[in-house]
């Protein structure tokens, strides 16, 4: 078949293929858009291995053996380069045709599995790691949120009722009887209790909100004195509040509330002399890969948002602790102290906030919320 005729064929075919007569070799159009050679820029077999082929496996040495390419049976698969200098991986099927071969080449780059990466397959899995145990996190968190909803709603009805009947029983005792006094603790341990159930309703988000525009770097300016009496001698205050911040909806009682819990956690943490609690207010911007929270709070859309920080150079937490610290009455003190952080957890998810917390052992413990503006 003359060289005329070994073109002809190979453009009948609709594969990239290269037609080899002895040492000559043609290229079809498909051959030509894959490899970026035409046929006169390797006219030859040996001209054709030693720019377009790699020889630096087994299988392109049987190619270059005609005895050994008579025998192949099966498809190999070798690497190709291109004239632009891109690398390509080939599967070459050998086929007879009147005296000549026919080689078909089926480009099986994007086939080929990735390269063996010992790193990155360990990053990949610390990752999924990390993304299982903040999915378990944010579960146990909303069935606890759940959970704690139902039962403040149920107890609050019982105290309704233990508060009414009380009430009436007063009524109806001369102002002078012994059992007044019994009757008036009976009234003032329910309603503490009513307050717990009201901490639990904040714990699910479910908790009544007055809503009203605020200021949180006054909010803080304003609870100085009792939050400077609630850290006492363990430690020291300082602000870094900016002057005229944006105002956001809050409950002033319930993030009153947020901060002296915050503020008394972190002097509860100080174990040394010098100790130093920062509290921060502004203002950031967050895009949407800076929204996610471990801990279940809301899904907020990208945009300005007002920023509470409570931050001291005190213990530390390890990460097991870390993981448990918005579970109701948990506490790694002497005595459980209620609900505390829970409230706290609460509260922001009513608020349609976002709270991260980073601390390590020994490094200190950095609480920041953020509220949409």
Not at 75 to 96: F, M, Q, Y
Not at 340 to 347: D, F, H, Q
């Amino acid at each position: 078949m003359d060289n005329g005729h070994l073109r002809r064929f190979t453009e009948l075919l609709p594969l990239a293929a290269i037609a080899v007569d002895g040492t000559r070799v043609c290229l079809n159009s498909a051959a030509q858009d894959l490899t970026g050679y035409h046929s006169d820029d390797v006219p030859t077999l040996e001209e054709f291995f030693r720019t377009v082929l790699s020889e630096d496996s087994a299988d392109t040495g049987a190619l270059h053996n005609a005895q050994h390419r008579h025998a192949l049976l099966a498809p190999i698969n070798v690497r190709l380069n291109r004239k632009d200098g891109r690398r390509h991986r080939v599967e070459i099927s050998v086929k007879a045709a009147d005296g000549a071969e026919i080689w078909l080449l089926r480009d099986v780059t994007e086939m080929q599995p990735p390269p063996h990466d010992p790193a990155k397959e360990g990053e990949d899995e610390k990752a999924r790691t990390l993304q299982d145990a903040q999915a378990r996190q944010a579960q146990k968190l909303e069935s606890l949120s759940v959970l704690a909803g139902g039962i403040a709603h149920d107890f609050n009805n019982l105290l309704t009722t233990i508060l009414g009947y009380t009430s009436l029983a007063r009524m109806e005792l001369p102002a002078e009887s012994n059992l007044q006094e019994y009757l008036a603790e009976v009234e003032k341990a329910s309603r503490r209790a009513a307050e717990l159930t009201q901490q639990m309703l904040a714990y699910s988000g479910k908790g009544r909100f007055h809503l009203l525009p605020l200021r949180i770097d006054q909010l803080v300016r304003d609870m100085l004195p009792d939050l400077a009496g609630a850290v006492g001698k363990q430690a020291h205050l300082q602000l870094d509040l900016p002057a005229g911040l944006a105002a956001l909806d809050g409950d002033a009682q319930q993030l009153r509330q947020v901060l002296m819990s915050l503020v008394c956690n972190a002097a509860e943490a100080m174990n040394k002399t010098d100790g130093l609690i920062t509290i921060r207010a502004g203002r950031k911007y967050l895009e949407r890969p800076h929204l996610h929270s471990p801990f279940p709070t809301v899904d907020p859309s990208p945009g300005w948002f007002v920023f509470l920080q409570i931050q001291d150079n005190g213990a530390g937490m390890s990460h097991d602790v870390l993981a448990r610290i918005f579970d109701p009455f948990y506490s790694t003190k002497f005595a459980g102290r209620g609900l505390g952080m829970a409230a706290v957890l609460g509260i922001v998810k009513g608020h349609k906030g976002l709270i991260h917390v980073d601390s390590e052992p020994g490094q200190g413990t950095t609480v920041e919320i953020l509220f949409p503006m």
